[in-house]
């Protein structure tokens, strides 16, 4: 709805009559005149009017493909976008791990670091150490040595005492009897 074209087959703005100033009612009567012209001129020449109209339907369709192919790069800038975005968001969160595991790791070897300081014994731990081995050992070789003389005393008393010896004979002696009347008893029955 121009005010201006002078071709277009546009409505008059007569609803507009209350505010517009005297210039456009010149436009319009133009208008009208070169409507009726123009009509004169299609009337009388058809082929121009479908050549007209082809033409129109060639900047139509031309529109058409621009806006088509103006869509199509706007997808596939969009689509490039997203991916873009998907990447970085990727990076960055491969970056976060990284970062997460290279603390982790720094914090293991320190743990590391910490509990091999704190097993190191120092030397005066390790001479303690060594004297509570060569004590708790003194101990067990004099405990060793005691039961040893004790055993020697009581083998020597043994030994030395006839009475005991002719007790201990008396023993063995009813042993092997009563070994020797089971194994009748077993080999009668």
């Not at 005297?22 to 009567?29: F, L």
């Not at 596939?76 to 997203?82: G, S």
């Not at 201990?168 to 042993?175: D, F, I």
Request: charged share 30%; aromatic share 6%.
């Amino acid at each position: 709805m121009c005010l201006l074209c002078c071709a277009c087959s546009c409505q008059p703005l007569s609803h507009l009559s209350e505010w517009q100033p005297s210039y456009i009612d010149d436009i319009q009567c133009q208008r009208a005149e070169n409507f009726k012209v123009n009509d004169q001129v299609a009337f009388k020449n058809p082929q121009s009017t479908f050549c007209a109209d082809v033409q129109e339907q060639h900047k139509l369709s031309a529109v058409a493909d621009w806006e088509h192919k103006t869509d199509s790069r706007i997808k596939a800038l969009n689509v490039t976008k997203r991916f873009e975005v998907l990447k970085d968001r990727r990076q960055a969160d491969i970056g976060r791990r990284q970062h997460e595991l290279a603390d982790k790791l720094a914090n293991e070897e320190f743990a590391l670091q910490q509990e091999l300081l704190s097993s190191q014994t120092t030397p005066e731990q390790r001479r303690a150490e060594l004297t509570a081995r060569a004590r708790t050992l003194a101990a067990k070789r004099e405990a060793e040595r005691q039961k040893l003389a004790a055993d020697l005393y009581e083998q020597q008393f043994r030994e030395n005492c006839d009475l005991l010896r002719g007790k201990e004979s008396q023993l063995a002696t009813y042993h092997i009897q009563d070994v020797q009347q089971q194994q009748v008893m077993s080999s009668s029955s």
